[in-house]
């Protein structure tokens, strides 16, 4: 599993830690990568010791490298309390990763059929089962061009903005 975010509120990282520790009943043998910094990160860290889960969270911090971090996880997990967009969600589906996300992240950011929108009225045990059981794994494709056709691509974006500008009668 995986999360890319800074360690504050909105991202919600005790429910991600609940979640990792029911995924863990399940099947053992998974890791959890943390993706960032922020103010709760010592708060988390504690979590993660009192749980007796150190060996099996993995705190990155901030990184330049999120692409090939992307690589190696299995499913991405953002529990967020509220999002503006979601913009990670984007990149992840771009590399072909499935996300599994709250719904309060606007619908904007579902630019693959690779991701899942769940309640933060769950309780953890079902994001854990959903994460486990409930989808299938897609073969990992280069999805960028879809991403792409949704609207985000740097390049097309900034004409545009450039376009904008051009056309101002100032």
């Not at 010791?49 to 993995?58: G, R, S």
Request: glycine share 6%.
């Amino acid at each position: 599993m995986g999360h890319i975010g800074r360690f504050n509120a909105q991202k919600n990282h005790g429910f991600l830690i609940d979640i990792f520790m029911e995924v863990l009943k399940e099947k053992p043998n998974s890791v959890l990568l943390l993706i960032g910094t922020g103010p709760l990160e010592d708060d988390i860290k504690k979590k993660i010791e009192i749980k007796n889960i150190k060996e099996k969270v993995f705190i990155l911090g901030q990184r330049d490298d999120v692409n090939d971090l992307l690589q190696v996880m299995d499913i991405f997990v953002l529990p967020s309390l509220f999002e503006g967009l979601g913009i990670v969600l984007i990149e992840a589906q771009a590399t072909g990763l499935y996300c599994v996300t709250s719904d309060v992240v606007p619908i904007e950011a579902k630019v693959t059929t690779n991701i899942k929108f769940l309640s933060l009225n769950s309780s953890a045990k079902d994001w854990a089962k959903f994460i486990i059981e409930g989808h299938v794994k897609p073969i990992r494709n280069n999805l960028a061009m879809l991403t792409k056709k949704s609207g985000f691509d740097i390049n097309e974006e900034a004409i545009r903005l450039e376009n904008v500008y051009l056309d101002l009668d100032i």
